[in-house]
Each structure stands twice: as structure tokens, then as C-alpha cells.
């Protein structure tokens, strides 16, 4: 989720060449710095001898991304990188991370997590984008015209943002379904909703909208899929142990039934 948003702010101040997102982008490094020690400490209590290699091979690829991102931070804050280079870091870091959880549903062998896992994967594949969107229309508005090739992909984000999510859709639980569409209200969707627009009718320049303003707002929508995405993992959780509980049931069960044979 932070490196969606360091991403979106980078650039933005890449398109601004600099005059944009000055304040912005510091505190929300600090941010992703405080989640990074986290997933550093995480990742080196790992026991890797219970997974697969290729699950191992997945999370060491997303490490070492991860480990490049001061070097990147760097290339960015002296505008040495330009915006396809600087998202073009990002997304593929993101995405390890999100293939990862990808992986995670194809090792599971119960039908119901299967499932659950894949709605959620979906989800966080429609966020990405969401997140690429603000960067790209971040930039674009920051120079007020699209670079080239960005229109054609801003198109293609918002057709994969409605692919993906209508995927988590038909897949996922009544109860997780109902709270993505109760949380996904509001000012910051309909104010999305009505940038992109102005976009999409005008391929070349002129949009008159701040970069500041867009970003602040998509990231309120995003923050509002952030809290869906915490609901869908807390879900996932609770049913994890509720098949952990199942399965133990069952093997006493079972060595009982065994002894009383004997």
C-alpha cells in the first residue's frame, strides 16, 4: 500500500520536474521505511523449509526488489529518473509482492481458501492499478498534457481496474461483497469518477486540474480500498482458523476411532 503511494507522489514530482509533491513525498517515504523494517523482520523469521522453492524463489525475487528502493529514491529525488522509469520500479516490486499471495492460493489444497485467496488476489490486482492510475494521471496532470502512450494506458487501467474487480466480485463472499460496495462511497469516488472523465474526452492538454488535488483524491479512494483489503484479509484469517480447528477436530477424532479399533 505505501510503495502504491510513494509511487503515485514520485511521479508527480518527476512530472512537475520537481515543483510539485516536495513536502509530500518525504512523509510518505517515512512511511513505507516503517512498513519495510516491518516486512524485513518478518521475512527473516520465516521458516522457508515448509515451502515450496518456487514460493521461495517468489518471495526472494520481491526482497531484492525491495532492497533497491533507497538507489531508486535517490535517481528520483535528483530527477535523473523520468516517469516510466521511476513506475516502471514500482509496479514490478508491487507486483512480486502481489503474486506472492497469488502463489499462496495455487499451494492450497482446500476448495473454499482456494477460493477466497484467488477473489483476494483479484482484488489487490484491481488496486495496483488503481495505483497506477495515480501515477500516471498524477504526472500527466502535473505537466497538464499526457506523455506519450500514457492516454493509451490510462485507458487500459481503468478497463483492468473494472476487469479484475469484477473477478473479486463473482468470486468472494456475500459478506465481503456487500462491504467493498457499502465502503466505496462518496465524495472521493464521484470527484475520480469526474477528473477521469475530463480526461478521457481531452487526449491531448489543458485538463485544469491541480496534480495535488488528484492525488489527494484518488488516494482517499484508495485508502477506502485499503480498508476493504484489511476486511478481506482479516476474513481469510478467521477462515484459516476455522479449518485449523476442523482439522484437529477431526484427526482426534480419528486417532480415537483408531485406538478403540485396535
Wanted: no cysteine; charged share 25%.
Amino acid at each position: 500500500h505505501n510503495t502504491q503511494k510513494e509511487r503515485g507522489a514520485s511521479a508527480g514530482f518527476i512530472g512537475s520536474k520537481g515543483k510539485k509533491f516536495v513536502d509530500t513525498m518525504p512523509k510518505i517515504r517515512k512511511d513505507t521505511d516503517a512498513t519495510k523494517a516491518k516486512m524485513i523482520s518478518f521475512y527473516k523469521s520465516m521458516d522457508f523449509s515448509v515451502y515450496p522453492k518456487e514460493m521461495q524463489n517468489q518471495m526472494k525475487d520481491a526482497m531484492d526488489r525491495l532492497s533497491k528502493l533507497d538507489s531508486v529514491r535517490g535517481n528520483i529525488s535528483s530527477l535523473t529518473y523520468n516517469v516510466p522509469q521511476t513506475v516502471g520500479y514500482y509496479t514490478p516490486l508491487n507486483g512480486a509482492f502481489i503474486d506472492t499471495i497469488a502463489y499462496i492460493a495455487k499451494m492450497s489444497k482446500e476448495k473454499n481458501m482456494t477460493t477466497s485467496l484467488t477473489a483476494f488476489t483479484n482484488y489487490l490486482y484491481s488496486k495496483e492499478r488503481a495505483g497506477i492510475e495515480r501515477a500516471v494521471m498524477s504526472a500527466t496532470f502535473a505537466q497538464n498534457s499526457f506523455a506519450e502512450g500514457f492516454y493509451a494506458k490510462f485507458v487500459r487501467l481503468i478497463s483492468q481496474q473494472e476487469t479484475y474487480m469484477n473477478r473479486f466480485l463473482f468470486l468472494d463472499s456475500e459478506d465481503n461483497i456487500n462491504f467493498y460496495k457499502k465502503t466505496l462511497v462518496g465524495n472521493s469516488i464521484d470527484e475520480v469518477n469526474r477528473m477521469r472523465a475530463l480526461a478521457l474526452a481531452n487526449s491531448s492538454e489543458g485538463f485544469g486540474i491541480d496534480a495535488t488535488y488528484w492525488f489527494k483524491t484518488i488516494t482517499s479512494k484508495i485508502n477506502l480500498l485499503k480498508k476493504v483489503e484489511n476486511h478481506l484479509a482479516d476474513a481469510i484469517l478467521v477462515q484459516i482458523q476455522t479449518l485449523k480447528g476442523e482439522a484437529s477436530f477431526n484427526l482426534t477424532i480419528s486417532i480415537i476411532g483408531n485406538i478403540a479399533i485396535m
